[in-house]
């Protein structure tokens, strides 16, 4: 007789992740999750309370692996160089990952659950900007400005929403350049 493995939290967060990327937000429910490790459905709340519960365990692991994404790809930059990467960063994620950055919150800073993860990844979004001399409101609008741009865009092309020929690396370049441009020059 094979010996499962031992549920954890991470075991199941990682079944939840797996779930997501195959069949999207609809295919993410306790039963899936518990057919995937192989428990009856009960044995889940030993490790989450409810699928709400899951989900936002999912989105913290989300932001957890976007921000230590980001830290890699800007470490050792500054300037446009690091903002350039971090929003290619992004944007890459969302397109590796459309259902994982769909099942994000939105407003993560107001979740106490979600809250901690959503501080480093904006922490690091405002590290990267520092360069340009941002505070305070400053900072906290390039940062909005910048999620806008990465997001709006990533979001519109995970979903096949740009259906005209021209090339949207080109289209994307021009946004991350008026963006920069907007930060009053290169650093």
């Known amino acids: 007789m094979a010996v499962r493995p031992r549920l954890t939290t991470a075991s199941v967060v990682d079944a939840a992740l797996a779930l997501l990327d195959e069949h999207g937000a609809d295919g993410l429910t306790l039963a899936a999750v518990a057919a995937r490790t192989g428990v009856a459905t009960p044995s889940l709340y030993k490790h989450v309370g409810s699928l709400a519960d899951l989900k936002a365990l999912v989105g913290v692991r989300a932001m957890e692996d976007m921000t230590a994404r980001f ?30 950055y769909a099942a994000m919150p939105m407003d993560p800073l107001h979740d106490p659950a979600q809250q901690q993860a959503g501080m480093r990844l904006m922490e690091l979004m405002l590290a990267t900007l520092r360069g340009y001399g941002l505070e305070g409101s400053q900072a906290v609008h390039a940062t909005r400005r910048l999620r806008v741009i990465v ?37």
């Open 71 to 100: 830290i890699k790809a800007v470490l050792g930059r500054a300037g446009d160089e690091a903002v350039t990467t971090l929003m290619h960063e992004y944007r890459a994620y969302v397109r590796e990952h459309p259902n994982r």
């Open 151 to 187: 997001h709006g865009f990533a979001d519109i092309e995970s979903r096949g929403g740009f259906g005209l020929p021209e090339g949207l690396d080109d289209t994307y370049d021009q946004l991350v350049r008026m963006y920069l441009d907007s930060l009053g020059g290169t650093t």
